[in-house]
């Protein structure tokens, strides 16, 4: 079942939204502190997501790019009013949802692990790296809804979406695209996802609220640049 990955990843991330609620009656002080360790976590992890890249002018270019697209289609804009739909219909207070559903779409979707993990179950029907994943979705899930509310449970169904859509597609994917092209692609999109969790524990801090959403366009420009530099440099050889 080449969906199945993808299904444990999704259920782990409601199963740890539905227990987190649960511990909402953790203190206030100690939620807090627990979601600054967290962003500082994520802070780090998005650093190391960053260095791994081959060529950084292309992840500032890939980022300056993507967030002007993003700016004028509106992602940010456009994910806030669902949370907030959601909110209405579900009597939800003003932002509980569509801050806990956007930080969710974003930490689970943005790294390798999805976009791997994805093309393992579509070609190879090995779900492992998703397992993996729903692992760690699954735990981080409960901090989040305890933290930042019940919108972190509807996160799981971009991710299902994403992942669902990589999967499928995967055998054609490894058609058009070598081996060697798409591990050199996973590192620059892997960079600008790296720059974007960074601004995802900015914004948990506190620190400076980033439109994190309006950059996630970079991550489509990376993956379509490296094999454009690729094209450019054998024929300039």
């Not at 360790?37 to 890249?53: H, Q, Y």
């Amino acid at each position: 079942m080449i969906l199945l990955g993808t299904l444990v990843n999704a259920g782990a991330i409601i199963l740890g939204a539905l227990l987190g609620r649960m511990l909402k009656r953790i203190p206030e002080s100690m939620r807090q502190t627990v979601m600054q360790g967290i962003a500082l976590a994520v802070f780090i992890l998005g650093i190391k997501m960053c260095m791994g890249s081959d060529n950084f002018l292309l992840v500032i270019i890939s980022i300056v790019l993507g967030t002007v697209l993003g700016e004028w289609i509106g992602i940010e804009k456009g994910l806030t009013n669902l949370g907030h739909w959601l909110e209405r219909k579900m009597g939800g207070s003003q932002g509980s949802i569509a801050t806990g559903f956007i930080t969710g779409t974003l930490v689970y979707c943005i790294g390798a692990m999805a976009v791997l993990g994805s093309l393992d179950s579509g070609l190879r029907n090995n779900h492992d790296v998703l397992f993996m994943k729903a692992l760690l979705d699954g735990f981080s899930s409960i901090i989040f809804a305890s933290t930042l509310g019940i919108g972190v449970i509807f996160s799981a169904v971009p991710v299902f979406l994403y992942q669902s859509a990589i999967a499928l597609l995967s055998t054609s994917i490894y058609s058009v695209v070598s081996e060697t092209m798409l591990d050199a692609i996973l590192v620059e999109v892997t960079a600008v996802g790296g720059l974007m969790i960074i601004a995802i524990g900015l914004n948990v801090l506190e620190i400076k609220q980033i439109r994190v959403a309006n950059m996630m366009p970079a991550l489509v420009i990376a993956a379509v640049g490296v094999p454009f530099i690729d094209w450019i440099s054998k024929l300039l050889s």
